[in-house]
Each structure stands twice: as C-alpha cells, then as structure tokens.
T-cell receptor, first 116, second 115 residues
Framework: KAGVTQTPRYLIKTRGQQVTLSCSPI?????VSWYQQTPGQGLQFLFE???????NKGNFPGRFSGRQFSNSRSEMNVSTLELGDSALYLC???????????????FGPGTRLLVL | AQKVTQAQTEISVVEKEDVTLDCVYE???????LFWYKQPPSGELVFLIR??????QNEISGRYSWNFQKSTSSFNFTITASQVVDSAVYFC????????????FGDGTTLTVKP
C-alpha cells in the first residue's frame, strides 16, 4: 500500500506570495492532519480534516487554511507569506474515527518551504 | 492543555551501547494516547509505537523497549545495543483519546550513534 505522499517536496517563495501544498493520504484513510516543523518552535499542529470538514485547528493565524476533497486528498494554503513561514510542512493520515480504535498517524515526507 | 517534555536535547553514544530517551507528559485527561516517532535525516516521521493510557504494560520490539509509568507521567524509550542506523531525531507525542488526530509533540531528542 502506498504511503502518504506530499507535493511538492521543495518550494521557494518570496514574502507576500501565497502557496498551496498537497497531501494524498494512504488509501482508505479519511483523516488528514497538517503540522509545521521549525527549529525554533518544533512540531506544531495546524489543523485536521475528516470527511471534508475541519475537525481541529491549532493556534495559527487565518493566513493558514486548508481543505479536504471527497477522495480525502487535502491541500493547505498559506497566504501573504512571511519569512517565519519557512518550515517543513508535514501531513499525516489516519484511518479510524477518533474514539473508536484509536488513531495512529502515518506521516508523509513533508514539503520544505523556504520564504525569501 | 497538553505538554510533552523531552529534556534530553542531544545524546551521543558509541555503537552497541544501550540508550534511554526520556519523555514526560502533562495532561488533564484521564484517557489519552502516547506515541514515539523516529525522524531520520530524510525528514519523514516514522511511527514506532502507540500506547493508550489504560495499558501500562511495558513493550519490547526487537532492540526497542518502552516503559510507561502513569504514576510519574513518563513514557521512556530504550534502544538496546544501539546501531549507527539508529541515529535520528526521536519524538514523543501525546493525543487526546477522543481526538487522536491532533497530537502534541515534544521538542525531540537527537540521537547520534558513533561507530
């Protein structure tokens, strides 16, 4: 079974631009979560989507948004990029509904974004 | 609010040594999940183990073992007879039992195993 895939793997943007990152979960997985990883702040939760609905949201400004499609693929968008948005963005997918069998998240390789 | 503390920022050992990575967590929930992940230089987080708060049994998988002690809110990870391939950043994470899609991560421990 193919793992979580993320595109693109690397991206360079300039301040003020906007960017869209894509995540394809493992087949059959319905939940997709996004995390930002930076040397200073570590791994921080951005948001989670389940069945095309945002189920959880972390403490990030409104410039960070996401969506999920009917095939469970997810995109996240960052508008008006700032230098501090430079990070590794990780996507994770999981199978079960929370509170049932418990969820193990499987992570993709990440998209490394550099904002100049 | 949940919090995970990995006090060891970096650990360096020589191959074949045993090494323990510490993880201490804080949560108000009575039920929750704990995880360990490995992040090699490639960047992808590799799932190692999940433990729910009901199960305090220690677990062993090959050279890896985990010690969960609810009384001290710790979930420590031991690698026996370390190998160079074990060099990576290791993260401990915590999630709510009914909200497992949102995890709180520790800052990670960078393990370097020297030949």
């Amino acid at each position: 079974k193919a793992g979580v895939t993320q595109t693109p793997r690397y991206l360079i943007k300039t301040r003020g631009q906007q960017v869209t990152l894509s995540c394809s979960p493992i087949s059959g997985h319905r939940s997709v979560s996004w995390y930002q990883q930076t040397p200073g702040q570590g791994l921080q939760f951005l948001f989670e989507y389940f069945s095309e609905t945002q189920r959880n949201k972390g403490n990030f400004p409104g410039r960070f948004s996401g969506r999920q499609f009917s095939n469970s693929r997810s995109e996240m968008n960052v508008s008006t990029l700032e230098l501090g948005d430079s990070a590794l963005y990780l996507c994770a997918s999981s199978l079960a509904l929370a509170g049932t069998t418990g969820e193990t998240q499987y992570f993709g390789p990440g998209t490394r974004l550099l904002v100049l | 609010a949940q919090k995970v503390t990995q006090a060891q920022t970096e650990i360096s050992v020589v191959e074949k040594e045993d090494v323990t990575l510490d993880c201490v967590y804080e949560t108000r929930d009575t039920t929750y999940y704990l995880f360990w992940y490995k992040q090699p230089p490639s960047g992808e987080l590799v799932f190692l183990i999940r433990r729910n708060s009901f199960d305090e049994q220690n677990e062993i998988s090959g050279r890896y073992s985990w010690n969960f002690q609810k009384s001290t809110s710790s979930f420590n990870f031991t690698i026996t007879a370390s190998q160079v391939v074990d060099s990576a950043v290791y993260f401990c994470a915590l999630s709510e039992y009914t909200n497992a899609g949102k995890s709180t991560f520790g800052d990670g421990t960078t393990l370097t195993v020297k030949p």
